[in-house]
């Protein structure tokens, strides 16, 4: 399994911005689809964005379309999350995942994680 750490988590007021990092390691990083899921206190960790292994396709929740933005970079093992336009709802702690897969963005089909990092949106 490859080994995720995440930063770049604070806190933000509304309507502010945050990007998150993910540094791979361990595995050939182009050989994963990359992901990051969140979960806020007291609910399911949920899909939030997912990019391909070679970065050419992008997924996203319906509700950070427009707002969020997934990229990679595989000659440097990152995988990265610009958050704009942040509101309330994004407060959560927020996780990088890998699926050794073409493409994925089915929680169950990631198999590597990180320890996640917080996000707070102040209103």
């Known amino acids: 399994q490859v080994r995720l750490v995440e930063s770049g988590g604070g806190l933000v007021q509304a309507g502010g911005s945050l990007s998150l990092s993910c540094a791979a390691s361990g595995r050939t990083f182009s050989n994963y689809a990359m992901g990051w899921f969140r979960q806020a206190p007291g609910k399911e960790r949920e899909f939030v964005a997912a990019i391909s292994w070679g970065g050419s396709s992008t997924f996203y929740k319906d509700s950070v379309k427009g707002r969020f933005t997934i990229s990679r970079d595989n000659a440097k093992n990152m995988v990265y999350l610009q958050m704009n336009s942040l509101e309330p709802e994004d407060t959560a702690v927020y996780y990088c995942?890998?699926?050794?897969?073409?493409?994925?963005?089915?929680?169950?089909?990631?198999?590597?994680w990180g320890q996640g990092t917080q996000v707070t949106v102040s209103s």
């Open positions: 995942a890998a699926a050794e897969s073409p493409l994925a963005y089915v929680l169950e089909h990631f198999r590597s």
